[in-house]
């Protein structure tokens, strides 16, 4: 489809509009959520692959690796599967996210749960990999079929059916077991190996994306060093290697798949954000062309995007901003056979990014809405949430008070100022220990600790930079009193999901992205209360929230909920 500029110009400026979808299929998929759409309707979803215009030898690949899974799930005893067989696919969401996916719209899916093993069957990934392997061999065969026709007639028109550079699909991913997992299943998914070339540096790959010696640290809590059993989610995105930095090239062929390829010879490039912010930041201050590999871009998919954010979302805009653009040198291209709107700069209009994660960010909407621009238009899940508010041992006093900044940019001033007028007000009148604040943001975390240091309160602070002998070490004396109040970064539960003893009262700075970190805390409150043999209903929990943390709050008290509490009138509301 070929775009006019007043077209082009209409899509980097206009607001996206979503309305709810028509598409019975995808929509009955995910229960309490709803999928919105730019435009009219969802495609339709058929239960076979063939129908989506799908390689014959990948179909028959993909049945092969059913089988496959199958007989290794029963030889492990594990249950068959996850969900109900719809045709060709293990489950009605794999058929839904596969069918929106061969539409080429942008697709947001925030609404995607943690493993709890790391050889937990993965549906979605599937079927993005599937729909990459697809995009990757039928451009391959459209160009062979070309090169063909010209070669026979050298007089014919000249076809356009080419990028800048070879490299057609982006798979953004957070740590080496990630990588090493979606890799794996991309070479399985891509073509049985028959021969010991068939994958070739597989040995290679996994040496350095394989589990690391010493993963598994004892922790280490009043001069005792013992293993602090982890919740399953946590150990299955933890399992492995959690190395940041890696880029790779993958070379998909009809014979074989060579891992490690140049990155300008390859049809998929694996990376993580930082990896690849590192080499673009390089190259622009050697005004290199090193990162030209980019320019032709036609599939970026952003896997577990909320872990990206916990690590840094900097990162991330650094490579979309990179992405489709006109590169440096040709490369050995032949320009003829370049498409227009890559000549034009016009890339980005027509690239797929396809987002998952298990929640929303105000970062990933930005990212969705305003830097993807793709012509097709754009789908996102919208869930419903019940909230977490109940899923304590025991009732809890949890209140929660608005604030009301003027406008965003003076959010995080107002929360400060309301937090010293307010909440540090009763923290110093109270006298008591046991006083937990948890705190989303590093540099929030780094105002608080200087305040609390000019207020020469006793504090530790624990956050995700904190040496592992420190945090032993204030954990400790926060448990018995010696510090009486801590502050908790999100990054730190997230990372290493401690267990906090001796808390006896939560005040949460800003509400956390995961709403898993609310319920934990609130659990460390319980368990504290129900050690020390205090009466549990003087615990206390407070939130700040304003206007800003919509999102947050919504997943915390529940979809229906929120929007009652961000309503003009009472900012203060409790919960027992």
């Known amino acids: 489809m070929e775009l006019k500029e007043d077209a082009i110009a209409a899509l980097g400026s206009a607001k996206p509009a979503f309305l709810e979808a028509e598409g019975a299929e995808q929509q009955g998929a995910w229960p309490n959520a709803t999928w919105m759409i730019t435009g009219s309707r969802l495609p339709k979803a058929p239960p076979r692959l063939a129908d989506y215009g799908v390689k014959e030898r990948l179909i028959a690949r993909w049945h092969e690796v059913a089988q496959e899974d199958a007989a290794s799930r ?58 990459c392997l697809n995009h990757v061999t039928t451009a391959a065969g459209r160009i062979k079929k ?144 090193t990162v030209d590999f980019l320019s032709a871009i036609e599939i970026a998919v952003v896997e577990r995007a909320d872990v990206l954010q916990m690590q840094n979302w900097i990162h991330v805009k650094t490579v979309f901003d990179a992405l489709n653009k006109v590169p440096e040198e040709q490369h050995g291209v032949d320009i003829m056979r370049v498409r227009e709107w890559y000549l034009s700069g016009w890339g980005r209009f027509y690239r797929q990014t396809i987002v998952l994660s298990s929640f929303a960010s105000a970062e990933m ?85 200087n305040f609390l240091k000019a207020e ?28 009486r109040i801590m502050l908790y970064t999100e990054r730190a539960h997230f990372y290493n999901r401690y267990r906090i003893r001796g808390v006896k009262d939560v005040y949460f700075y800003q509400l956390p992205e995961h709403a898993t970190a609310y319920a934990e805390l609130l659990a460390s409150l319980t368990d504290s209360a129900a050690a020390s043999g205090d009466e549990f209903h003087q615990a206390t929990v407070t939130a700040l929230f304003s206007r800003f943390d919509t999102l947050q709050l919504e997943r915390v ?20």
Not at 436 to 443: A, E, K, N, R
Not at 463 to 482: I, L, N, P, T
Request: proline share 5%.
């Open 146 to 289: 070309n090169n063909d026709r010209l070669k026979a007639n050298p007089d014919d028109e000249v076809l356009r059916d080419q990028g800048f550079t070879r490299p057609k699909v982006l798979l953004l991913l957070p740590m080496r077991n990630s990588a090493l997992r979606v890799v794996s299943r991309l070479v399985q998914l891509a073509q049985k190996e028959t021969r010991a070339d068939s994958v070739q540096n597989k040995q290679r790959f996994l040496e350095e994306f394989g589990a690391e010696e010493g993963d598994d640290e004892p922790e280490e809590l009043d001069g005792k060093r013992r293993m602090q059993p982890k919740p399953a989610d946590h150990k299955a995105l933890f399992d492995g290697n959690c190395d940041d930095h890696f880029r790779m090239g993958v070379k998909i062929t009809r014979g074989a798949v060579r891992l490690f390829s140049d990155f300008f010879q390859s049809d998929i490039i694996v990376a993580s954000p930082l990896a690849l912010a590192t080499k673009i930041n390089e190259a622009s201050k050697e005004g290199a062309a």
């Open 557 to 576: 008290v529940g979809s229906g909920r929120h929007r009652k509490m961000l309503k003009p009138g009472t900012s203060t509301f409790m919960f027992c």
């Open 365 to 449: 909407n930005a990212l969705f809405n305003r830097t993807c621009v793709n012509h097709a238009g754009k789908a996102r899940l919208r869930p419903v949430y019940k909230g977490v508010l109940g899923q304590t041992n025991a009732p809890l006093r949890q209140l929660f008070e608005r604030f009301e900044p003027a406008d965003a940019g003076s959010d995080a001033d107002a929360r400060f100022e309301y937090f010293k007028k307010t909440i540090w007000l009763r923290i110093r009148e109270s006298g008591s220990t046991g006083q937990l604040i948890f705190v989303p943001s590093y540099f929030d975390f780094v105002r608080l600790r």
């Open 456 to 483: 020469a309160a006793h504090f530790v602070g624990l956050c995700e930079y904190a040496k592992h002998s420190d945090v032993s070490r204030g954990r400790s004396h926060f448990f018995h009193g010696r510090r």
């Open 74 to 131: 029963a030889a492990a005893g594990a249950q068959p599967g996850t969900g109900q067989p719809v045709g060709d696919f293990v489950n009605a969401q794999q058929r839904a996210l596969f069918s929106i996916c061969s539409s080429y719209k942008d697709v947001f899916l925030p609404a995607r749960e943690y493993p709890q093993s790391g050889d937990s069957p993965d549906a979605l990934m599937d079927a993005c990999l599937l729909h």
